[in-house]
């Protein structure tokens, strides 16, 4: 498939669309606080805000950034170029959903897929088991127990489509990462 | 045939409810009927135009046939000329300095000839306000209800309803709204009985169906276009992928308690779905599943394509659902029009627009099987526009924006239109008779759209007997619109 540039310009007036929403209408938009009480041992779920500050923290390594992106001709030449507010854009998105968690699970599939994480392929994993270990203490701060790794370890070894990528969106897709 | 007593009484098991009910139907069950609904709309989707439409500009046409689709051009109500009016009266600066609106060759004979129109529906109480009427249109009662995107209905909702008392997925009922905001708080009541277990499915299409998540989250900053193509960044969801990660996540799950926060939080299977409709859209290279210009409907782009408004966003993703999915309920909220507190024009023009996309959601409902000749939609104006402009911004035809709120007749006056299977083809009617204790307009109202779709949905009487049980009056349904 190929994709004109008309169609691309066309999305980035759909990103405008953010901006131009808020001035469009006078309403006022409270942040919405997903989670903001818990009772007992329930935990706390992590706002849209807290989880994406914590997915970019915890798999690119740095803060949501604020860019430009380029589009540019055959030769490099400029054609345009648009204003990317990471953090603004991606909550934009996540207000516009009730539930955010199949949103997130998206935006997880998408960074974990992107070039700048730049994962190992599955075939290039020499010891499946110390990678699992290894993203259970990045991600969420502990050891995995025994019955997880094994869990993990079973999956990556029985199915294709258990690999580096799928680990860290499950990992980053679970009620622990996702709560306070 | 009317719409049996059945529909009310259905599935009652209870004497109070059945007690409820009848009372709060009274004189308008006129025939009773064994069995089931005994309708043919297995479902119930409402278009609710938001931000205030006044019946002056709609049925009046006091400024040309803004919704020619639906009305034609020739004034439905009193005091606006006997002749046909001629196309809508833009002020020519608002031409002349903005987007061409593409819209489809409007419809030879106007769509109300298929169903009913209500040309005197009446937003009795409450304020005229955004939410507010929003809130009456999903719940059938009028309310005080706060602009908070945390605020809760404060009596049950339609999707609450349908999903508890047919035990269904999220999936099975939907609330799209052309905005986000303090309208993701519709999606359910804080009601005990029913409540975010039941909650329907909120999406505002702006943000998540966009090319804001496969673009922002590649993090790509710089793109060569060789003259054919750009290489733009997909989301890649593969079913092997997707089911690979739901296990290894039920692992984990496994050990963490449940949230108890009470916010809306949809179970595995509902997730799955919903994301495998997103990741749909985001694994399409061409980002045409976001807005194809095969729609027809939305403005001119400065490269000659068609850019869409949030109102056409709004439906023609409410297409896609209604065609994936096929729900039980769902109600769409259209919010463009409400530039009329400071733009006139622009009012006119987001008229002409959800009168194309309402036409165009029709045609898909009428062109897909399982949707076509049992699906009933209703159309209504969640309120009006006070009778007079506010002066701020006039145009030079000497027109100002005009506000909401205040509760004048303008703000009350509205219509319905109700097209389906059941409903009579070619009325347009105007009752005044309408009693109901409590019911001062005599006629039908705001609140009775809620009821209407709950009975033909067979929960009539569970919505009438939980809001006489909240000291609520409940809404009628309207027996003149059936067949
Ligand atoms: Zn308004």
């Known amino acids: 498939m190929q994709t004109s540039l008309p169609k691309l310009l066309l999305s980035l007036l759909l990103l405008a669309t953010f901006a131009a929403c808020e001035k469009a209408y006078v309403y006022e938009f409270d942040e919405v606080s997903l989670g903001a009480d818990s009772t007992g041992r329930a935990p706390r779920a992590r706002t849209n805000n807290q989880f994406i500050r914590s997915l970019y923290a915890d798999l690119l390594a740095r803060t949501p950034e604020s860019y430009d992106v380029v589009l540019e001709g055959p030769t490099g030449e400029e054609l345009g170029r648009f204003g990317i507010d990471e953090e603004a854009y991606l909550l934009f998105a996540l207000d516009g959903v009730g539930d955010p968690a199949p949103l997130r699970e998206l935006i997880a599939a998408g960074i974990t897929g992107s070039e700048a994480l730049a994962l190992p392929a599955k075939d290039e994993v020499d010891d499946p088991a110390a990678f699992i270990i290894d993203w259970f203490r990045r991600l969420l701060g502990r050891e995995p127990a025994a019955h997880e790794l094994a869990a993990f370890v079973a999956e990556w070894d029985e199915y294709d489509a258990v690999g580096p990528r799928t680990v860290l969106r499950a990992l980053v897709g679970s009620r622990e990462y996702q709560s306070q | ?483």
């Open chain 2, 1 to 483: 045939m009317r719409i049996p007593r059945r529909t009310f009484l259905k599935a009652a098991g209870v004497a109070g409810v059945a007690l409820a009910a009848r009372r709060t139907f009274g004189p308008l069950i006129r025939t009773s009927h064994a069995g089931s609904t005994g309708l043919a709309a297995k479902r119930v989707v409402i278009v609710a135009i938001g931000g205030g439409l006044r019946l002056s500009e709609s049925l009046g046409m006091a400024d040309g046939a803004t919704m020619p689709n639906l009305f034609g051009s020739v004034p439905l109500v009193s005091g606006f000329g006997p002749g046909a009016v001629g196309p809508v009266a833009f002020a020519p600066e608002f031409v002349a300095g903005t987007p061409a609106i593409i819209r489809p060759a409007t419809a030879t004979t106007p769509l109300h000839t298929q169903g009913t129109l209500v040309t005197n529906l009446r937003y009795a109480e409450g304020p005229p306000g955004h939410l507010q009427g929003h809130c009456t249109l999903v719940s059938g009662a009028y309310n005080q209800m706060e602009n908070r995107g945390d605020a809760r209905v404060p009596t049950p909702t339609l999707f609450e309803i349908v999903r508890r008392e047919r035990g269904t997925a999220a999936t099975d009922a939907w609330y799209l709204s052309a905005v986000g905001g303090f309208y993701r708080a519709l999606q359910t009541s804080a009601d005990p009985d029913f409540g975010p277990r039941f909650a329907g499915t909120f999406l505002s299409p702006a943000g998540p169906m966009s090319a804001i998540v496969p673009l922002v989250s590649s993090g790509v900053r710089r793109y060569r276009f060789d003259g054919m193509s750009l290489g733009l960044p997909t989301i890649q969801d593969t079913p092997a992928e997707a089911a690979a990660v739901r296990r290894l996540g039920s692992i984990l799950d496994g050990n963490t308690p449940e949230y108890a926060d009470g916010e809306v939080r949809s179970s595995p299977d509902d997730r799955a779905a919903i994301r495998e409709h997103l990741g749909g859209l985001y694994a399409d290279p061409t980002y045409e599943s976001f807005y194809p210009d095969s729609v027809g409907i939305g403005l001119t782009a400065d490269d000659g394509g068609i850019d869409s408004t949030n109102d056409a966003l709004t439906v023609y993703h409410a297409e896609q659902i209604l065609t994936r999915f096929k729900p039980s309920v769902m109600v769409v909220t259209l919010l463009d029009i409400d530039a009329c507190h400071l733009d006139y024009n622009g009012y006119l023009r987001g008229q002409l627009l959800a009168d194309a996309c309402v036409r165009r959601l029709w045609e898909t409902i009428q062109s897909t099987d399982g949707l076509r000749n049992e699906t009933a939609l209703l159309v209504v104006p969640e309120h009006g526009r006070h009778l007079y402009h506010n002066g701020r911004y006039p145009d030079s035809l000497g027109r100002s924006g005009i506000d909401h709120g205040e509760g004048d007749d303008g703000d009350r006056n509205v219509w319905l239109l109700a097209l389906g299977p059941d409903f009579r083809a070619g009325q347009v009617i105007a009752p005044t008779a309408i009693a109901q204790s409590g019911r001062t307009s005599g006629r039908y109202e705001s609140v009775d759209v809620a009821m209407t779709a709950a009975s033909i949905l067979g929960h009539g009487d569970v919505l009438a007997a939980k809001l006489t049980a909240l000291g609520k009056r409940p809404g009628l349904t309207m027996q003149e619109l059936f067949r």
